[in-house]
Each structure stands twice: as structure tokens, then as C-alpha cells.
């Protein structure tokens, strides 16, 4: 099991060794798109993950962890390939399909395994611990690629990047076959595959604690998905170079080592107070947006992300916790579907914004809806306690 912890650790960190992230979305640009047709390459994505979340990860229940990851390696792959070669919006498409099947193979199933194996160790209750040092590991990664990457494109060609990145991804094919599923993933296979999916949902839904932290945890999902897909399209827009994304991309990846690593240290805190607090940065932060399009207003944007890093690993810690292992890949795949559903209207409204105004005014545009939830949260949180 500790094996595996090391393994994990180096999944995270080939995932984080992708040097086309920083301008996936202005390469497009570059190569004729409008920002509307952007925005359906990735909406095709995040449609491809609602449709194949929940059945991946009770794909990963039932069968097998580690080769379920393996799997996700094969699709990403697969993806990178497409775009180093695609010239037409078809390409880049079917990428974005395969990008999404590699995404829900990998999402829930690698944080189920790190779970287990760390319960298998009598080390559970580390567990925000450990998936904040995973987490940072992966962003400590992409702080270099990003930067690597952004010299790369700016001197050879963005597609160089493309094929750079190719390798890493071999090797996530080849690492969790080595892997040991621990001894608390219990197969459910005296449960059909679609009953045991309803059993899941009845479980989660009954539970009104889960449904409270659902929202919660899309609340700020949502923001930072978009933030981490078009964050570079908002930089491109107040005149920055390749290598300036790379820069930018590597400072944002320094918050998210930081914080990932030292998010358990605020699982001291009363849960209500600190989720509010981290909520109003947020907010914050994407509102300036519209009001200082400059280096200033880029700084603050990314600061403000800290509210995402606090929140997100100390409610997945309390929610693993909680679940039973036998449905833990499967609940986790619900909760990435909440998010996923309310992203699609999000982003298809973040793109219009973007297109008829400015991508200043679809940040602030998202701010206003995190705030919205916020007075929401502040309001329930001062009943209960009322």
C-alpha cells in the first residue's frame, strides 16, 4: 500500500507535466477559431464527462481501479495526439471527446484508490493531508511545464508543446498497472451495474449532509473549471505573450502548491466561518475582473483562488470519510456530475459574455453568480445558528 501512495504521487506529477495547458484555448484562436467555437470544443468535454461520469466510476467500483486508471491514460493520450495534428474543428472535437472519457476514467478513481490504500495503512484520518500533498505535487509539476511550455511555443511552435506532453501520458498507461488494489475495495458484483448506480444515488440523496456539501463544492468547482480554461484567454485579451501565459500559469500553479499543502492546517477552523470567509475572496476576486483589467487586477484574480484550494480538499476529505468504500468511486462521480450539469449553462453564458463584451466582463459575470451563492450559504449558515 505504500507503494501505492508513491505511485499515486507520481500519477499526479505526469499529469501536471503538460506543456500546452497555458494556451490550449488561445491556440485554438490562433489557428481561426472564434471564441463561441472555443467554448464547444470544451463544452463537448464537459458534455462527454455528464454522460460517462457516474457509469465510469462505478466501472471503478466494480471492476478495477488500477486498470481503469490505466485506462484513462490510453484516452488521454489519445487526445494530445489529436491535437498536435488537427488542422479543422472536427479534430479538435473528437479530441475533446477523448479528453473527456481520459477525465472521468481518472476522476474519482485515483482519489478512491489514494482512500483505501491509506485506510489499508490505518492512515485515514491524514487524508486531507495526503491528497493536498498530491494535489501539490501535480501543481509544483505544471509550474515548470507551464513555463517551459510557454518558452517552447513562443520559440518552435505551439504544436511542439503538443507533442512534448505525449510522453508523460505513456507512462500514466503503464504506472497504475503495478499498482495493488487494496483489500477495502470490495467488488458490489452480487449488485447489477445499474442497480448498484441507484443504490448510490438513494445513499447520497437520503443524506441531506451530502446534498448541502454538493452544492457547496460546485459553488467554487464551477468558477475555477472556468478560470483554469480561460483565465488565458483573459490574459491574451490585456496583451500578454506565450511566454507570459506560461509565467502567469506557473504563478497561479504556486497557489495551488501552497495551499493544497497546507489546507489541513484550516481543518481547525469552525467549517461554517472559514467556508464563508474563502467564499467571499472568491467572489471577490472574479467581480475586479471588469474594474482592473491589469497586472493588478490579473494578481488579485489569481489570489482570490485560494477560496477554491481551502474549501474543495477539506469538504472531499470529510464527504471520503463518510462514504463506504464498495460505492466511494461511484459517489465521487456523482458529485462531478453536479458540477459538470451547472457548468454547461455557465459556460455556455461565460462564452456569449465573452464574445459580445469582454472576457473581463464574463469573469465578473461568474463572480456575480459565486456571490450570489454566498449570500445564500451566509444566510443559511446565520439561520442555523440563529
Not at 65 to 86: E, N, P, T
Not at 174 to 181: D, F, H
Not at 290 to 310: H, K
Not at 312 to 335: C, G, H, Q, W, Y
Request: aromatic fraction near 16%.
Amino acid at each position: 500500500m505504500q507503494s501505492n501512495i508513491k505511485k499515486i504521487y507520481a500519477l499526479y506529477a505526469l499529469h501536471g507535466l503538460i506543456f500546452f495547458y497555458s494556451f490550449d484555448k488561445v491556440f485554438l484562436q490562433l489557428k481561426g477559431f472564434s471564441l463561441t467555437q472555443v467554448v464547444a470544443v470544451e463544452l463537448l468535454y464537459v458534455i462527454t464527462i455528464v454522460l460517462l461520469e457516474v457509469p465510469s466510476g462505478a466501472l471503478s467500483d466494480r471492476w478495477s481501479r488500477k486498470y481503469v486508471l490505466s485506462l484513462s491514460g490510453v484516452f488521454f493520450s489519445l487526445y494530445i495526439l489529436l491535437f498536435a495534428v488537427s488542422s479543422n474543428i472536427a479534430g479538435f472535437l473528437i479530441g475533446s471527446l477523448l479528453a473527456g472519457i481520459g477525465f472521468v476514467l481518472l476522476s474519482g478513481t485515483n482519489t478512491s484508490m489514494l482512500f483505501d490504500s491509506l485506510k489499508e495503512l490505518k492512515k485515514e484520518h491524514q487524508y486531507e493531508k495526503y491528497l493536498g500533498r498530491c494535489r501539490a505535487i501535480g501543481a509544483a509539476v505544471f509550474m515548470g511545464a507551464a513555463s517551459i511550455g510557454g518558452f517552447i511555443g513562443q520559440k518552435y511552435g505551439l504544436e511542439i508543446a503538443f507533442w512534448a506532453s505525449l510522453p508523460s501520458m505513456i507512462l500514466v498507461v503503464l504506472i497504475p498497472l503495478s499498482m495493488t488494489e487494496p483489500h477495502f475495495h470490495r467488488s458490489t458484483g452480487e449488485v447489477r451495474y445499474w442497480q448498484h448506480v441507484k443504490m448510490t444515488g438513494q445513499y447520497l440523496l437520503g443524506r441531506p449532509k451530502f446534498v448541502h456539501l454538493a452544492l457547496l463544492v460546485t459553488a467554487v468547482v464551477v468558477p475555477m473549471s472556468m478560470f483554469d480554461e480561460y483565465a488565458q484567454v483573459y490574459y491574451a485579451y490585456l496583451g500578454v505573450s506565450a511566454v507570459g501565459l506560461g509565467l502567469l500559469t506557473t504563478v497561479a500553479s504556486g497557489f495551488d502548491v501552497v495551499f493544497n499543502m497546507v489546507a489541513f492546517w484550516f481543518a481547525r477552523f469552525r467549517r461554517d466561518v472559514l467556508y464563508g470567509s474563502m467564499l467571499l475572496i472568491f467572489s471577490t476576486g472574479l467581480l475586479l475582473t471588469q474594474l482592473l483589467q491589469n497586472w493588478t487586477g490579473i494578481l488579485i484574480l489569481i489570489g482570490s483562488t485560494v477560496g477554491f484550494y481551502i474549501i474543495e480538499v477539506l469538504v472531499m476529505a470529510d464527504i471520503n470519510r463518510e462514504l463506504p468504500s464498495k460505492i466511494r468511486a461511484t459517489s465521487e462521480s456523482f458529485f462531478s456530475l453536479a458540477d459538470k450539469l451547472i457548468h454547461i449553462p455557465v459556460a455556455l453564458m461565460f462564452g456569449f459574455i465573452s464574445q459580445k463584451y469582454s472576457p473581463a466582463t464574463g469573469f465578473s459575470f461568474l463572480g456575480l453568480l459565486l456571490l450570489s451563492y454566498t449570500l445564500y450559504y451566509l444566510a443559511g449558515t446565520f439561520y442555523r445558528h440563529r
